[in-house]
């Protein structure tokens, strides 16, 4: 299937991602509930991944137990905020190798720049999540996977708390083969590019840098 958008509504995420809107919620609060909803969206991403059956001892008996089949999971965090999402994967995943990207916008051009780019060498047979608090315009998460395609990974999920519908629409554009995640589909963009009702500047409130 292409262009797949799947909102994670169980209820932990939507309480968490309420408190996390208010203006508020202090910057401790605001990285604590990010941590515990990307963990939750960790459960549901996750899914799908298969199982195989491995030869294992109990202090009783043998058994054949299900393990996670395949190479370990990828996580690749656009900078900065994305590191909010990524240490709450890590909780429920901790085996997980990680990868990072640096990219800002040049304002002549309006092109994503890349300045940033580190992941682990060899992403083939590797399943990628690409984490983002936020899918705004979409242009930085569409660069960052195209960076990311070229390393030839197995698959690759694009992970957010919050999309706006230009956002995913503009991302599917250049990617309908990358399944987005997300706790919510907001309203719109506003003529800054902020995610209306959104929750205002994702990396400030994270690192309390406003
Ligand atoms: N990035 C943010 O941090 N917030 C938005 O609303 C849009 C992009």
New binding site residues.
């Given amino acids: 299937m292409s262009r797949e958008v799947h909102v994670v509504s169980h209820p932990l995420v939507q309480h968490k991602l309420t408190l996390m809107r208010r203006t508020k919620t202090s910057t401790s609060q605001f990285r604590q509930l990010l941590e515990e909803i990307s963990m939750l969206l960790a459960y549901e991403v996750t899914r799908d991944f298969p199982l195989s059956l491995e030869r294992i001892e109990t202090p009783l008996m043998e058994m054949d137990a299900p393990t996670i089949e395949g190479k370990k999971l990828v996580v690749i965090s656009i900078l900065r ?1 994305g590191d909010g999402i990524l240490n709450g994967i890590l909780k429920v995943v901790p085996s997980a190798r990680i990868g990072h990207i640096g990219l800002y916008r040049d304002h002549e051009t309006l092109q994503a720049v890349q300045y940033y780019f580190k992941v682990p060498q060899d992403l083939s047979d590797r399943d990628v999540l690409v984490v983002d ?2 899918l ?1 315009t979409g242009n930085s998460a569409a660069a960052a996977v195209e960076r990311i395609k070229a390393k030839g990974p197995k698959s690759i999920k694009f992970v957010c708390l919050l999309a706006a519908p230009e956002g995913i629409t503009a991302f599917h554009e250049k990617h309908p083969d990358v399944p987005v995640w997300c706790a919510s589909v907001d309203q719109k963009l506003n003529e800054k ?3 209306l009702p ?6 400030d409130r994270l690192f309390g840098t406003k």
Avoid: E, R
Wanted: glycine share 30%.
């Fill in positions: 905020a608090p936020m705004a590019g902020y995610i959104g929750l205002g500047d994702a990396g």
